[in-house]
């Protein structure tokens, strides 16, 4: 038993070590990862589907242009650190954007940041959370605060979840292999992990794990505080 911690303890070692060299050898430390969804039933009938075309060996997203005027067409090509298609599952979403690698470097003293940002529908809550949804009204604690969906926990498929909880079980997988093998477990010091879940909607604030907030407002001059 002793040897193999011993042996898990030098593996992470050079992990370690493999991670702060892919951090200094970065030329940056953002990265810009574009995922695209598969099209609504509507966008396949309207034919916008032919709008867009995607190449993951080279990273990139072209965009079909019409001139309203001359009615020429002409692509339009971006390219970006990573591209998920529309085949990308939630597992290949949390391996590309190397989220565990992100973790590990929180406990190096980095901090790391994943950030989706998109239109409305473009499948940020999904890549995020991935759980299903049902109407939150007979779990309100108060009639005045807004109605929020409940996710379906127990009953979401394993395959659907998001970033969010894949890095959370992550997270704690790390923390019990640092637990065992640093040295603040033989001095008698305790790891802890505080969570604060909140969205930011037409300038407000919304504390997530509150169902009675209605939001802060955001902004300069904004008051208000919260947990």
Known sequence: EERERERHSQCHAVSRRNLMKMINSSGSRLRVVV??????????RDDICSLLSTDTHSHSVSV?????VRGTQTDKRFSFDGLLDR???QGDTFAALGVKSLIRS?????????????????????TMEGYD????????????????????IRTSSQDKIGIIPRALAALFDELELERSNCES??????????????????ERVLDLLN???????SGRGGGGSGN
């Open 35 to 44: 995922r695209v969804r598969p099209p609504l039933d509507a966008e396949r």
């Open 64 to 68: 079909r242009h019409t001139h309203r």
């Open 87 to 89: 085949t990308a599952t």
């Open 106 to 126: 929180v406990f190096e003293g980095f901090n790391a940041t994943v950030f989706a940002y998109g239109q409305t529908g473009s499948g940020k809550t999904y």
């Open 133 to 152: 949804y049902e109407n939150s009204t007979s779990v309100q604690a108060d009639p005045k605060a807004r109605a929020r969906p409940v996710p379906r």
């Open 185 to 202: 477990a033989k001095k008698g010091e305790k790891l802890a992990v505080r969570c604060s879940f909140v969205q930011i909607y037409n």
């Open 211 to 217: 169902p009675a907030s209605n939001g802060l407002k």
